[in-house]
């Protein structure tokens, strides 16, 4: 049996910017894929019918936007050419108060 194809396992991909502005934390995530033809560009994040590729499930986007905005953040697409894509990721920023009442992370 074949193993299925995961699509941002085909194109490189890599951390442009992390910026934290204004109470809210902004990374942007880029490939160097082909980018997205108009058609999936239009139902990006609509389950099943986002994918651009014959056998994709449209699902991967729709449910990184829905975990997104479950933590008040935003999933959005900042551009898509010939030579790659780039989504941008919005998360609030946690405040000072709120770091230093995190746990201590385990040796």
Same mark, same amino acid.
């Given at each position: 049996?074949?193993?299925?194809?995961?699509?941002?396992?085909?194109?490189?991909?890599?951390?442009?910017?992390?910026?934290?502005?204004?109470?809210?934390?902004?990374?942007?995530?880029?490939?160097?894929?082909?980018?997205?033809?108009?058609?999936?560009?239009?139902?990006?994040?609509?389950?099943?019918? &986002? @994918?651009?590729?014959?056998?994709?499930?449209? #699902?991967?986007?729709?449910? !990184? /936007? %829905?975990?997104? $905005? *479950?933590?008040?953040?935003?999933?959005?697409?900042?551009?898509?050419? &010939? @030579?790659?894509?780039?989504?941008?990721?919005? #998360?609030?920023?946690?405040? !000072? /108060? %709120?770091?230093? $009442? *995190?746990?201590?992370?385990?040796?």
């Amino acid at each position: 049996m074949p193993r299925p194809k995961r699509a941002a396992l085909h194109h490189a991909s890599s951390t442009r910017s992390i910026v934290r502005e204004n109470g809210v934390i902004a990374i942007d995530i880029a490939d160097d894929g082909p980018g997205l033809p108009p058609k999936a560009q239009d139902n990006l994040f609509r389950p099943f019918f &986002g @994918s651009a590729r014959p056998g994709g499930s449209g #699902l991967g986007l729709a449910i !990184a /936007r %829905e975990l997104t $905005r *479950a933590h008040g953040g935003e999933l959005t697409l900042v551009s898509t050419t &010939g @030579s790659g894509t780039v989504f941008r990721l919005t #998360l609030p920023a946690p405040s !000072a /108060r %709120e770091i230093s $009442r *995190a746990p201590t992370p385990l040796p």
